[in-house]
């Protein structure tokens, strides 16, 4: 079946633009999780979905980061203003309950940001 | 609050040889353990999970890991390297609700694993 999928694959921009990155979680899957990944910093979790409910923002790195997911499904993570630090592949995973914190979690293959 | 240590940025070993990479890590709660496998321009795949029960898991190419709470190591492992297996590996641990936080994982840093033909 399909997996995770994410849009655009790359996205070049400039210093102080807001983006838009989109996750499509697998079908039937509820919970759904946005991570960054970049060399200084490795890998960070960001920020958790769990079915409609109020996401967990904890670790989102500033307020010019926000998420949402509409109808329990697709996922958007916005960047307002961006700047250079925020260059980084950030990567969506979805899973089948999220509860509990055993599931696997399916991996899309992740959205390029680059600010210049 | 929950963190991984993984011992050695760089592992190369020889097409053929054991393969070992190592995990540590610090849980309040007990963990869970994951490895994924990342292949260059790739997203995260999972190699294997321990959850509860059996501490040794085996995973998919080969790899198997032993959960050693003494130790609070998860180390990975496969008896004979191949040429495919050169990718850079994440461990992560997830506390969960159980831990007061969300579900998300906190990896390590990673290890690149170099396969000399």
């Known amino acids: 079946g399909a997996g995770v999928s994410q849009s655009p694959s790359n996205k070049v921009t400039e210093k102080g633009k807001d983006v838009e990155l989109r996750c499509d979680p697998i079908s039937g899957h509820t919970a759904l999780y946005w991570y960054r990944q970049s060399l200084g910093q490795g890998l960070e979790f960001l920020i958790y979905f769990q079915g409609n409910s109020a996401p967990d923002k904890s670790g989102l790195p500033s307020d010019r980061f926000s998420a949402e997911r509409t109808g329990g499904s697709v996922s958007t993570l916005t960047i307002q203003r961006t700047q250079q630090e925020d260059s980084a592949v950030y990567l969506c995973?979805?899973?089948?309950?999220?509860?509990?914190?055993?599931?696997?979690?399916?991996f899309g293959p992740g959205t390029r940001l680059t600010v210049l | 609050a929950q963190s991984v240590t993984q011992l050695g940025s760089h592992v190369s070993v020889s097409e053929g040889a054991l393969v070992l990479l190592r995990c540590n890590y610090s849980?309040?709660?007990?963990?869970?353990l994951f490895w994924y496998v990342q292949y260059p321009n790739q997203g995260l795949q999972l190699l294997l999970k321990?959850?509860?029960?059996?501490?040794l898991v085996k995973g998919i190419n080969g790899f198997e890991a032993e959960f050693k709470k003494s130790e609070t190591s998860f180390h990975l492992t496969k008896p004979s390297a191949h040429m495919s297996d050169a990718a850079e590996y994440f461990c992560?641990?997830?506390?969960?609700?159980?831990?007061?936080?969300?579900?998300?994982?906190?990896f390590g840093k990673g290890t690149h694993l170099i396969i000399q033909p």
């Open positions: 321990y959850t509860t029960g059996a501490t």
């Open positions: 995973a979805s899973s089948f309950s999220g509860t509990g914190g055993s599931d696997t979690q399916y």
């Open positions: 849980s309040s709660v007990p963990p869970y």
């Open positions: 992560a641990v997830s506390e969960g609700v159980r831990g007061g936080g969300a579900d998300g994982l906190t």
